[in-house]
């Protein structure tokens, strides 16, 4: 069986080269009211959604992401718009991981379905630990309290989707 959502889900791939065209605000806002759509547990909707514009701050971003990672190239594909997703401590909410991965999961399938292309990039709890990180979450107006969970650079895919990756066989059974 298949339908819209069941080809977008099926089709939609991490892709790590953009165009230089912008993401229309629209589109953007689209995406973010996915993500807010998401179920959270306990309808507490505890994550924190940041979409970041700004040429500055990406640099930022992208600095203190490679500095984590070790590298000197962009963790996020030279993206024009990074969202960031912030939660509680789990001590603070043990569903935290859970709520903000199903945020970033719906707008990662929302980019997909507008044609545009994203890809989770990790290493945001530990950029937001730093100290030049944790200036960085208050000047974006995040609660302190919280830590990053995950990011997703997004943009207009310089190529069309490359084809799904082979699933394992195992991944899932029934048990009648
Ligand atoms: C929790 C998580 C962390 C990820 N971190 C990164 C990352 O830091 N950088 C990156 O390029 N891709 C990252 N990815 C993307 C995965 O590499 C990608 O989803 C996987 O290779 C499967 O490819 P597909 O999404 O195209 O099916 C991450 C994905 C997930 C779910």
């Not at 298949?2 to 230089?20: G, L």
């Not at 605000?25 to 995406?31: C, E």
């Not at 514009?53 to 992208?62: A, E, H, M, P």
């Not at 490359?162 to 899932?172: A, F, G, I, V």
């Amino acid at each position: 069986m298949t339908n819209q959502v069941i080809e977008a889900i099926c089709s939609r791939r991490s892709i790590r080269k953009y165009s230089d065209r912008s993401v229309e605000t629209d589109k953007l806002v689209t995406v973010l009211e996915a993500g807010t759509y998401a179920p959270t547990g306990h309808n507490r909707q505890d994550p924190i959604i940041v979409a970041v514009r700004n040429s500055g701050i990406i640099k930022t971003l992208s600095r203190l992401n490679a500095g984590i990672m070790g590298t000197d190239s962009d963790p996020y594909y030279g993206a024009k718009v990074i969202i960031l997703v912030f939660v509680p401590k789990v001590e603070d909410n043990p569903n935290a991981v859970q709520d903000g991965s199903l945020v970033l999961g719906n707008m990662m399938l929302a980019a997909h379905s507008l044609g545009l292309a994203s890809c989770w990039i990790n290493r945001e709890k530990q950029m937001f630990s730093t100290p030049e990180g944790k200036l960085l979450q208050e000047r974006l107006g995040v609660d302190p309290a919280y830590e990053g969970l995950g990011a997703l650079s997004l943009g207009y895919p310089l190529k069309p989707n490359p084809k799904p990756l082979e699933r394992k066989k195992d991944y899932y059974r029934i048990i009648d």
